[in-house]
């Protein structure tokens, strides 16, 4: 069954990196859709950046040169790279498969 493992989430400073990880599981992640949202206390959750099969990539307009998308098809995971993290990102991020299928998210908290 298909099956989302988010990790990496911390706390950092502002300034600080951290990179999340999404192993997957069930299917391959090279043949889907998939994205990192986040979700911030009290706040709906909302797209942070996504790659598609042709790995094409998106990002929103706070996530754009500041975070990476990026998949290990060897490993069937996908990556999310934060730099320059601000007090504003923190939040639980999630992965998802085409917004189908969502992992159980993992927090990243700046201070």
């Known amino acids: 069954h298909v099956q989302l493992v988010e990790s990496g989430g911390g706390s950092v400073q502002a300034g600080g990196s951290l990179r999340l990880s999404c192993a997957a599981s069930g299917f391959t992640v090279s043949t889907y859709c998939m994205a990192w949202f986040r979700q911030a206390p009290g706040k709906e959750r909302e797209a942070v950046a996504a790659?598609?099969?042709?790995?094409?990539?998106s990002y929103t307009h706070s996530a754009k040169g500041r975070f990476t998308i990026s998949k290990d098809d060897a490993k069937n995971t996908l990556y999310l790279q934060l730099n320059s993290l601000k007090t504003e990102d923190t939040a639980m991020y999630y992965c998802?498969?085409?917004?189908?299928?969502w992992g159980q998210g993992t927090q990243v908290t700046v201070s």
């Open positions: 790659v598609v099969t042709d790995g094409i990539k």
């Open positions: 998802t498969r085409g917004a189908s299928y």
